[in-house]
């Protein structure tokens, strides 16, 4: 895991770093002109839409495997009892609402702080040429979708929600097999999702070059005005997700019944483990601490909730993902219809349930692209993106491990309230 880890945020400062060279020399570009003019740009345009298509062809296999896995997990631990049943529970709303909660908040920034002029220029940039979007189809069309006649044609016309329920109901059909047969099908599909993630980090090795060569045609036509655009989107997607773990602190309040003040000291320490590591994992054993010593919640609710929370819940998932494919329709001009946007809605809160434990670079596309072809926006600005992904991520980490705990003191309800300071 540590070398993994090394790896990923090597390859994240490659990537940065690509991104910053690609639209410096598309700036200079863009005043003094390529060798070889047009043919140039298509062929390094080409480049990035070659290793774009690579990680695309990952997509379906990869939802589906960890969407089924995910759900299978799941189902398993709400058997374990009670109290497991509880926070699965408990779970289960909070995304419901972090997902209503991301729609509003990524409205209401971009309302208030939309993307300069210079975001259509960057619309062009990374648009393929011919790229059509549809107007959103009647509710009822949305309806005929959910369960799709044909799960293989789905897959093939990337019609994703319908892909996303029926990897729902596959896998909590899974467990209700007999475990002779539920292990060797979990096992299969677990095999799939591993083998599409190798996949997907051998395609990430190459790219600094795909993120080169996108940002250079960027750079060649929005110029120095996309870096103001990439701020722009940190900022907004940063904010979302501070919002929504901030949010935690009344609801542990309310809910958990301990105050504010003693919230905040148990989950500073946490906070620390996860904004240097960006792991909800590392911190894990200072929640455990922290909860029981803070928060009066018993080791055995602790020992079961928090390892539970990291491995199926991170409230912050589909507040970013869902905001980060909102952030996509805004610079393409696209107005999601009320078919497109549930579809985007339902499609963000499950697939949190798949991706949860992936590695950022992996998991921002197995997350976003579902949830962006369900709204029928376009991938071209994804890698940009991921570019610049490591400063939100920090702030996804933050939200998880506060929410994590708040969650725990939730669930261990009003009994053993600790004493109040």
């Not at 390529?34 to 990035?48: C, K, N, R, V, Y």
């Not at 080169?212 to 907004?236: D, E, K, P, R």
């Not at 029981?292 to 993902?321: C, E, H, Q, W, Y």
């Not at 949830?371 to 029928?376: E, V, W």
Request: some cysteine.
């Amino acid at each position: 895991m540590p070398k993994t880890r090394r790896f990923l945020t090597s390859l994240s400062v490659q990537v940065l770093s690509a991104l910053a060279l690609g639209l410096v020399v598309g700036m200079i570009a863009q005043r003094w002109g390529l060798p070889g003019g047009a043919e140039t740009a298509d062929f390094i345009q080409s480049i990035g839409q070659l290793w774009l298509n690579a990680l695309r062809m990952t997509i379906i296999p990869l939802v589906f495997s960890l969407l089924v896995t995910g759900v299978a997990s799941i189902a398993d631990a709400a058997k374990a009892g009670r109290m497991a049943m509880k926070a699965v529970a408990w779970f289960a709303v909070l995304i419901a609402f972090s997902v209503c909660y991301s729609v509003a908040v990524s409205y209401g920034l971009l309302t208030l702080w939309p993307v300069d002029a210079a975001g259509a220029k960057l619309l062009l940039a990374a648009a393929p040429d011919g790229a059509q979007v549809g107007a959103g189809a009647p509710f009822g069309e949305f309806l005929k979708t959910i369960a799709p006649s044909n799960p293989i044609k789905a897959a093939a016309e990337d019609a994703i929600l319908g892909i996303v329920v029926f990897a729902v109901f596959f896998g909590f059909a899974a467990s209700r097999l007999p475990e002779r047969l539920r292990l060797p099908l979990t096992t299969f599909f677990e095999a799939v999702g591993e083998t599409m993630i190798i996949i997907v980090r051998w395609v990430l090795v190459a790219a600094p070059i795909g993120v080169f060569a996108l940002s250079l045609g960027v750079g060649l036509t929005a110029g120095a005005s996309a870096a103001g655009v990439l701020l722009h989107y940190v900022v907004v997607i940063s904010l979302s997700c501070i919002g929504i773990g901030l949010l935690f602190y009344p609801l542990v309040m309310v809910f958990g019944r301990v105050s504010l003040g003693r919230f905040a000291r148990a989950a500073a320490p946490a906070q620390v483990v996860a904004f240097s590591t960006q792991s909800s994992l590392a911190s894990l054993p200072v929640m455990v601490e922290r909860a029981v010593d803070m928060l009066g919640v018993k080791r055995a609710t602790a020992g079961l909730v928090l390892p539970l929370a990291v491995a199926v819940f991170r409230i912050t998932s589909p507040v970013a993902n869902l905001g980060v494919a909102l952030y996509c329709a805004h610079l393409f001009g696209i107005q999601p219809g009320a078919g497109q946007l549930i579809a985007a809605m339902l499609t963000a809160a499950l697939i949190s349930v798949g991706t949860v434990g992936l590695p950022g670079q992996v998991s921002f596309f197995a997350s976003i692209a579902p949830i962006c072809i369900a709204m029928g926006v376009p991938l071209e600005m994804l890698p940009l993106l991921l570019a610049v992904e490591v400063i939100p991520d920090i702030f996804r980490t933050l939200g998880n491990v506060t929410a994590d705990l708040a969650v725990t003191r939730m669930v261990q309800g009003q009994d053993d309230v600790p004493a109040q300071s």
